[in-house]
């Protein structure tokens, strides 16, 4: 290191006593090991800090021996010198009067010197040099004289004209004003070599122009004003001339730029542009690709000329709040709009040609630069109208198959970013300053749309995904307080139209995704509102009377309801398709008009997958009520028919088949969380009697829905269960009764369906356990006796016939009939077993007493003999009496009790009792007469001394006959009083403490009279 300190100071002193010494080879070789130095100073800190110290004793010295005639010396000065001016930490410390000595240096011996290598060597100084811009700002005249000189290439060497147009790509970075300036001056030599026969010339402007663009473009008027005139007299026949050649691409790439220069000139050299037109003419329709893409390329030129634009205030974050608004009236005028249509009219032209891909990609970049360069007009209806829709529309009535993917996506890019008001800037396009549109501009979108969709399967995605788009714009606009009532009813009256003709193109269940989407992205403050309805269609109104009684017109949410029904019945559409969006509809709009106008819809077709669309709606409603309990008597009225409806679907005679399972739980979770019972009763009988008057034999739709209504049964029964069981409710008294007559029909008829499907007898079981536990929570007379009147007419069927029931349903209706019989013993207030109520029974006892299954008869035989065998007068009816005659024989049941008998049964011999049944006026009683004691016999009984009753078997007395209620406060006709009653007294009777009581020689005596009466 201090080797090359010594040596350096060595040398600068040598420098500093030869600079008036002319000895060339000694100089030349100070500079030479100078440079040398200098190189290695790069890795030396304190060896640069030295070269830094001691700039202002060096750069004099170069700046002298630059000039030198010795090519050697002024070579290595320069050299030296451009190492002075570029690096930093030299350059940090160059005062302004050495810049200025060094500048001036530098710009007299590019312009004075003959020598090609010093030239050369000088320029590059300049294109290096890293000189503060103040500096640069008082030279940049005679630095840019001395740039022209070595661009013209006095001395032909291709290397310094590529330094001089590297020292303008230099100093454009340095003083960009300056140089935009003096364009005029420095850029000719430039441009003019597009047109050269020398590629490498050729290629060297075209690259340095692609660097300096922004300085460029769009050029200053001096710069066109140059331009045009060369191209009038030079550069126009010299593309002509490369065309001729063959050179079609370099001609459009000198034509592009040469446009480019002219700017906004060309809009008042009309005739010069005619003239420049006519070479891509002949360009556009070539067959070669590559001549294809490089007029596409050049076309943005033209772009760069004819689109000006004043400058836009608007900033983004305002852009993104308001709609587009034409100020200036830009569009107004026909300079414009002429200017874009003569843009866009080859750019159609290819991409409507049968052309390869690259040439459509590029193609479609151009497009889109003039989109770019629209900057916010782009947003302007004319705009839309001129260059957007028609590219879009050539390019997507295509359709997105084979080659054409990659052109339909770019363009599909660029319509989503429209759609939704977004900027689109990303490595695949040009920047698109989108805003806001007005939902007049809504009727594009759906041409789009309609474009999409008319390629079938194919094109729906795109369609769905712009159409959801679209809408999200139009909600924002919608959302808008100052958006007047008419805009908002002109849309509606666009989008119902559209998805109508949607509807009609044949994309299938695709269409119901746009009902969704639209449903999705539109507020209920606009589809629900009722100030926004909409006249229903005639072909949608057929049969729809209910959904509005007063005119056809309804909210475009019920309209949306409307048509995706519709359409999922002429279709094909799975039905559980549409639980999301039933689902969505049920917590966004009013439930009840959601309801409402999906049960009328399903009333309206008889189709046989309705049955499946009202599963899925049952199963959504389910879920929607689980959180609904707020009473409501519309609410509940509208649910019992939506309820009802696979019965009446029963009845329209459908064939189809039911899955009862899918339908019974939701059907069982509705009814529990409404109060709709009562409406549905007519319905239960509607169908009960429907499906009786068919042949069950023939019955091709099965027992499910007959198990369907035993199901729906069960729910009313467990209604009855979980309501409150208050004395006096006749609400609930008339309710308990309907119930229970249409649970009797339901039976009558699951009787007569067990002969030909004895799986019914499932749900009858579950019938019978339900009703089991029904009859158990009955404690009043009010409940106990009219279940007695209408259930027994179908219990003696079933009780009838156990030939054809399953264990589970003999068990179940055991279980039945003894909580019956037992009901019926702890009834309040007590029933009385009179003549009447046993007249009530008699058809039920008589199937049952003498029954062959000892589970019923047993409970039944007890039963008579607690209640009727402790009566002590009854009126037994016709249909009774044989049974009764068999089981009083046998001695498992009691008639009426006896009040007064003078002989007992172990006195009396079997072979000589004669039993006579007779009806007595006031009581039934069998009375037993003995034949052998007949003669004679009532003058030998002894009287009894008559004995008085004490209150309390005078109470009994008058409770066994009906008269009042017993101690215990049990009603009239009830036997509760033992023999134990009666011992406060003489167990010994007299036969006047009863006037119903006659002796045995009286009755024996009327006997033989042939008296029947008493």
């Given at each position: 290191m201090a080797d090359f300190t010594t040596q350096y100071e060595e040398l600068k002193?040598?420098?500093?006593?030869?600079?008036?010494?002319?000895?060339?080879?000694?100089?030349?070789?100070?500079?030479?090991?100078?440079?040398?130095?200098?190189?290695?100073?790069?890795?030396?800190?304190?060896?640069?800090?030295?070269?830094?110290?001691?700039?202002?004793?060096?750069?004099?010295?170069?700046?002298?021996?630059?000039?030198?005639?010795?090519?050697?010396?002024?070579?290595q000065a320069l050299k030296c010198m451009g190492f002075m001016i570029y690096h930093p930490s030299i350059v940090s410390g160059i005062s302004g009067d050495d810049a200025d000595m060094v500048l001036s240096s530098l710009q007299k011996v590019i312009l004075s010197t003959r020598i090609?290598?010093?030239?050369?060597?000088?320029?590059?100084?300049?294109?290096?040099?890293?000189?503060?811009?103040?500096?640069?700002?008082?030279?940049?005249?005679?630095?840019?004289r001395a740039i022209v000189h070595a661009l013209d290439n006095p001395t032909g060497s291709l290397s310094t004209t590529f330094e001089a147009m590297q020292a303008v790509m230099k100093l454009e970075t340095q003083v960009n004003e300056k140089m935009r300036a003096t364009s005029s001056l420095w850029g000719p030599p430039i441009y003019r070599r597009l047109v050269s026969a020398d590629k490498r010339e050729r290629d060297m402007s075209e690259r340095c122009l692609q660097k300096i663009k922004s300085l460029?473009?769009?050029?200053?008027?001096?710069?066109?004003?140059?331009?045009?005139?060369?191209?009038?007299?030079k550069l126009l026949p010299a593309m002509e001339e490369l065309l001729k050649q063959g050179m079609k691409i370099q001609a459009m790439q000198a034509w592009g730029w040469y446009t480019r220069l002219i700017g906004s000139c060309a809009i008042k050299n009309r005739h010069l542009i005619n003239q420049l037109l006519k070479v891509p003419e002949q360009t556009f329709s070539d067959s070669d690709?590559?001549?294809?893409?490089?007029?596409?390329?050049?076309?943005?030129?033209?772009?760069?000329?004819?689109?000006?634009?004043?400058?836009?205030?608007?900033?983004?974050?305002?852009?993104?709040?308001?709609?587009?608004?034409?100020?200036?009236?830009?569009?107004?005028?026909?300079?414009?709009?002429?200017?874009?249509?003569?843009?866009?009219?080859?750019?159609?032209?290819?991409?409507?040609?049968?052309?390869?891909?690259?040439?459509?990609?590029s193609c479609l970049n151009t497009w889109n630069y003039l989109l770019h360069k629209l900057d916010t007009c782009v947003n302007h209806p004319l705009a839309i109208k001129t260059v957007l829709e028609p590219m879009l529309e050539v390019v997507f009535r295509v359709g997105p198959d084979g080659k054409n993917i990659w052109s339909w996506n770019f363009c599909?890019?660029?319509?989503?970013?429209?759609?939704?008001?977004?900027?689109?800037?990303?490595?695949?396009?040009?920047?698109?300053?989108?805003?806001?549109?007005?939902?007049?501009?809504?009727?594009?979108?759906?041409?789009?749309?309609?474009?999409?969709?008319?390629?079938?399967?194919?094109?729906?995605?795109?369609?769905?995904?712009?159409?959801?788009?679209?809408?999200?714009?139009?909600?924002?606009?919608?959302?808008?307080?100052?958006?007047?009532?008419?805009?908002?009813?002109?849309?509606?009256?666009?989008?119902?139209p559209c998805l109508q003709k949607i509807s009609e193109s044949g994309i299938g269940q695709t269409f119901l995704d746009f009902i969704e989407i639209a449903t999705e992205e539109l507020q209920p403050s606009i589809l629900g509102s009722p100030l926004y309805k909409t006249k229903l269609d005639t072909k949608y109104s057929e049969n729809m009377n209910?959904?509005?009684?007063?005119?056809?017109?309804?909210?475009?949410?019920?309209?949306?309801?409307?048509?995706?029904?519709?359409?999922?019945?002429?279709?094909?559409?799975?039905?559980?398709?549409?639980?999301?969006?039933?689902?969505?509809?049920?917590?966004?709009?009013?439930?009840?008009?959601?309801?409402?106008?999906?049960?009328?819809?399903?009333?309206?077709?008889?189709?046989?997958?309705?049955?499946?669309?009202?599963?899925?709606?049952?199963?959504?409603?389910?879920?929607?009520?689980?959180?609904?309990?707020?009473?409501?008597?519309?609410?509940?009225?509208?649910?019992?028919?939506?309820?009802?409806?696979?019965?009446?679907?029963?009845?329209?005679?459908?064939?189809?088949?039911?899955?009862?399972?899918?339908?019974?739980?939701?059907?069982?979770?509705?009814?529990?969380?409404?109060?709709?019972?009562?409406?549905?009763?007519?319905?239960?009988?509607?169908?009960?009697?429907?499906y009786s008057k068919i042949d069950p034999t023939e019955n091709t739709r099965g027992y499910d829905y007959l198990s369907l209504c035993g199901d729906a049964i069960i729910c009313v029964l467990e209604h009855i269960l979980n309501s409150s069981n208050n004395v006096g409710d006749h609400e609930r008294v008339h309710f308990t009764k309907t119930s229970l007559q249409c649970t009797a029909r339901y039976l009558s008829v699951s009787y007569a369906e067990a002969k030909s499907n004895p799986q019914i007898l499932d749900t009858t079981s579950r019938v019978f356990s339900t009703l089991s536990r029904v009859v158990k929570s009955f404690h009043f007379e009010d409940d106990i006796i009219p279940f007695v009147q209408i259930i027994s007419d179908p219990l003696i069927q079933?009780?009838?016939?156990?030939?054809?029931?399953?264990?589970?349903?003999?068990?179940?209706?055991?279980?039945?009939?003894?909580?019956?019989?037992?009901?019926?013993?702890t009834s309040w207030p007590p029933i009385n077993f009179n003549s009447t109520f046993l007249k009530l029974q008699a058809t039920l006892l008589e199937t049952t007493l003498d029954h062959p299954n000892n589970p019923i008869s047993n409970p039944t035989i007890a039963f008579w003999n607690a209640t009727y065998g402790q009566q002590v007068k009854l009126d037994y009816?016709?249909?009774?009496?044989?049974?009764?005659?068999?089981?009083?024989?046998?001695?498992?049941?009691?008639?009426?009790?006896?009040?007064?008998?003078?002989?007992?049964?172990?006195?009396?011999?079997?072979?000589?009792?004669?039993?006579?049944?007779?009806?007595?006026?006031?009581?039934?009683?069998?009375?037993?007469?003995?034949?052998?004691?007949?003669?004679?016999?009532?003058?030998?009984?002894?009287?009894?001394?008559?004995?008085?009753?004490?209150?309390?078997?005078?109470?009994?007395?008058?409770?066994?006959?009906?008269?009042?209620?017993?101690?215990?406060g049990r009603g009239p006709g009830v036997r509760t009083y033992t023999s134990a009653d009666f011992s406060q007294g003489n167990q010994d009777e007299s036969q006047e403490d009863s006037q119903d009581v006659r002796n045995v020689e009286s009755i024996l005596e009327m006997l033989k009279k042939g008296d029947k009466t008493f």
């Amino acid at each position: 290191m201090a080797d090359f300190t010594t040596q350096y100071e060595e040398l600068k002193t040598l420098l500093s006593s030869c600079a008036n010494i002319n000895t060339k080879s000694e100089k030349s070789f100070l500079y030479s090991t100078l440079l040398q130095l200098q190189e290695h100073s790069t890795t030396d800190p304190s060896l640069l800090q030295l070269l830094a110290d001691s700039s202002h004793v060096l750069l004099p010295l170069m700046a002298n021996d630059i000039a030198h005639d010795d090519e050697e010396i002024a070579s290595q000065a320069l050299k030296c010198m451009g190492f002075m001016i570029y690096h930093p930490s030299i350059v940090s410390g160059i005062s302004g009067d050495d810049a200025d000595m060094v500048l001036s240096s530098l710009q007299k011996v590019i312009l004075s010197t003959r020598i090609k290598s010093v030239c050369n060597i000088g320029v590059w100084c300049i294109s290096v040099q890293q000189l503060n811009p103040l500096f640069l700002n008082a030279h940049i005249e005679s630095l840019v004289r001395a740039i022209v000189h070595a661009l013209d290439n006095p001395t032909g060497s291709l290397s310094t004209t590529f330094e001089a147009m590297q020292a303008v790509m230099k100093l454009e970075t340095q003083v960009n004003e300056k140089m935009r300036a003096t364009s005029s001056l420095w850029g000719p030599p430039i441009y003019r070599r597009l047109v050269s026969a020398d590629k490498r010339e050729r290629d060297m402007s075209e690259r340095c122009l692609q660097k300096i663009k922004s300085l460029i473009c769009p050029p200053p008027s001096e710069l066109s004003k140059v331009v045009i005139v060369d191209v009038k007299r030079k550069l126009l026949p010299a593309m002509e001339e490369l065309l001729k050649q063959g050179m079609k691409i370099q001609a459009m790439q000198a034509w592009g730029w040469y446009t480019r220069l002219i700017g906004s000139c060309a809009i008042k050299n009309r005739h010069l542009i005619n003239q420049l037109l006519k070479v891509p003419e002949q360009t556009f329709s070539d067959s070669d690709p590559q001549v294809k893409i490089a007029s596409q390329t050049a076309w943005e030129a033209l772009i760069d000329a004819l689109v000006i634009l004043p400058t836009q205030e608007s900033t983004t974050e305002v852009a993104a709040q308001q709609t587009y608004e034409d100020k200036n009236g830009i569009f107004e005028t026909n300079r414009l709009t002429k200017s874009i249509k003569l843009i866009m009219t080859p750019l159609i032209g290819v991409m409507s040609s049968k052309c390869d891909l690259s040439v459509h990609l590029s193609c479609l970049n151009t497009w889109n630069y003039l989109l770019h360069k629209l900057d916010t007009c782009v947003n302007h209806p004319l705009a839309i109208k001129t260059v957007l829709e028609p590219m879009l529309e050539v390019v997507f009535r295509v359709g997105p198959d084979g080659k054409n993917i990659w052109s339909w996506n770019f363009c599909l890019d660029i319509i989503d970013s429209y759609a939704l008001a977004r900027k689109l800037d990303d490595e695949k396009h040009y920047s698109i300053k989108w805003m806001p549109w007005n939902i007049g501009q809504f009727d594009f979108f759906v041409k789009m749309v309609g474009i999409f969709i008319s390629h079938g399967e194919v094109g729906c995605d795109a369609a769905l995904k712009i159409f959801r788009a679209s809408l999200k714009s139009v909600q924002l606009n919608l959302s808008r307080s100052s958006v007047p009532f008419s805009e908002i009813m002109l849309f509606i009256n666009n989008i119902i139209p559209c998805l109508q003709k949607i509807s009609e193109s044949g994309i299938g269940q695709t269409f119901l995704d746009f009902i969704e989407i639209a449903t999705e992205e539109l507020q209920p403050s606009i589809l629900g509102s009722p100030l926004y309805k909409t006249k229903l269609d005639t072909k949608y109104s057929e049969n729809m009377n209910e959904l509005n009684e007063e005119n056809s017109s309804v909210s475009p949410v019920v309209y949306f309801i409307i048509l995706y029904f519709h359409d999922i019945i002429s279709s094909t559409s799975d039905a559980w398709k549409m639980s999301k969006y039933v689902t969505f509809l049920l917590k966004s709009y009013d439930s009840y008009d959601i309801l409402h106008t999906l049960t009328c819809l399903l009333y309206k077709f008889s189709v046989p997958d309705c049955l499946n669309y009202w599963i899925v709606i049952a199963n959504c409603l389910k879920d929607y009520m689980d959180g609904k309990s707020e009473p409501d008597e519309n609410w509940d009225l509208l649910v019992s028919r939506f309820l009802a409806y696979p019965f009446v679907f029963f009845s329209l005679g459908s064939e189809k088949n039911l899955d009862r399972v899918q339908i019974v739980q939701p059907w069982k979770s509705i009814y529990m969380s409404t109060k709709c019972s009562e409406s549905l009763f007519p319905v239960f009988d509607r169908f009960l009697e429907d499906y009786s008057k068919i042949d069950p034999t023939e019955n091709t739709r099965g027992y499910d829905y007959l198990s369907l209504c035993g199901d729906a049964i069960i729910c009313v029964l467990e209604h009855i269960l979980n309501s409150s069981n208050n004395v006096g409710d006749h609400e609930r008294v008339h309710f308990t009764k309907t119930s229970l007559q249409c649970t009797a029909r339901y039976l009558s008829v699951s009787y007569a369906e067990a002969k030909s499907n004895p799986q019914i007898l499932d749900t009858t079981s579950r019938v019978f356990s339900t009703l089991s536990r029904v009859v158990k929570s009955f404690h009043f007379e009010d409940d106990i006796i009219p279940f007695v009147q209408i259930i027994s007419d179908p219990l003696i069927q079933w009780l009838s016939d156990f030939e054809q029931q399953h264990k589970n349903t003999i068990h179940q209706l055991h279980q039945l009939w003894i909580s019956t019989l037992k009901c019926l013993q702890t009834s309040w207030p007590p029933i009385n077993f009179n003549s009447t109520f046993l007249k009530l029974q008699a058809t039920l006892l008589e199937t049952t007493l003498d029954h062959p299954n000892n589970p019923i008869s047993n409970p039944t035989i007890a039963f008579w003999n607690a209640t009727y065998g402790q009566q002590v007068k009854l009126d037994y009816p016709q249909n009774l009496l044989p049974v009764l005659d068999k089981l009083s024989r046998n001695g498992k049941i009691n008639l009426c009790k006896k009040r007064y008998s003078r002989t007992t049964d172990d006195t009396v011999d079997p072979q000589l009792k004669h039993k006579v049944t007779t009806t007595l006026n006031r009581c039934g009683k069998r009375v037993e007469a003995m034949v052998d004691q007949v003669n004679g016999s009532g003058s030998n009984v002894p009287k009894r001394k008559k004995l008085e009753l004490t209150e309390h078997q005078k109470e009994v007395r008058r409770a066994q006959q009906g008269k009042s209620k017993d101690c215990e406060g049990r009603g009239p006709g009830v036997r509760t009083y033992t023999s134990a009653d009666f011992s406060q007294g003489n167990q010994d009777e007299s036969q006047e403490d009863s006037q119903d009581v006659r002796n045995v020689e009286s009755i024996l005596e009327m006997l033989k009279k042939g008296d029947k009466t008493f």
